[in-house]
């Protein structure tokens, strides 16, 4: 019933720029937060930058000054604008969000994921 589809990633030099989006779609939506989070090989996910309902933000702590969660709500849209990118900062990118359908209880959903690569 609801789906978020990740775009943006790629392969960037160290110190690039990278856009990534989510888009949500569905019926009746009322997305109480969005998130996103990485996942290097072999290791768990981890979460990276959350962004509430009135566009209040997070983020984990080391990169903080780098990246910025930004969303539109009119379009069910979120943002991570990744400004000078490091090579430890490859990982597939996941959009994540907590929504409520149609006044319904609240549920966690997730994207396919984006990967993004910086070289040396």
């Known amino acids: 019933q609801v789906q978020l589809v990740e775009s943006g990633g790629g392969l960037v030099q160290a110190g690039g720029t990278l856009r990534l989006s989510c888009v949500a779609s569905?019926?009746?939506?009322?997305?109480?937060?969005m998130g996103w989070y990485r996942q290097f090989p072999g290791k768990e996910r981890e979460w990276v930058a959350l962004?509430?309902?009135?566009?209040?933000?997070s983020y984990l702590d080391s990169l903080k000054g780098r990246f910025i969660i930004s969303r539109d709500g009119a379009k069910n849209t979120m943002y991570l604008q990744m400004n000078s990118l490091k090579p430890e900062d490859t990982a597939v990118y996941y959009c994540?969000?907590?929504?409520?359908?149609?006044?319904?209880?609240?549920?966690?959903?997730w994207g396919q994921g984006t990967q993004v690569t910086v070289s040396s």
């Open positions: 994540n969000a907590r929504i409520r359908i149609n006044y319904g209880p609240l549920f966690r959903y």
């Open positions: 962004i509430n309902r009135d566009d209040r933000s």
């Open positions: 569905g019926r009746l939506l009322n997305i109480i937060d």
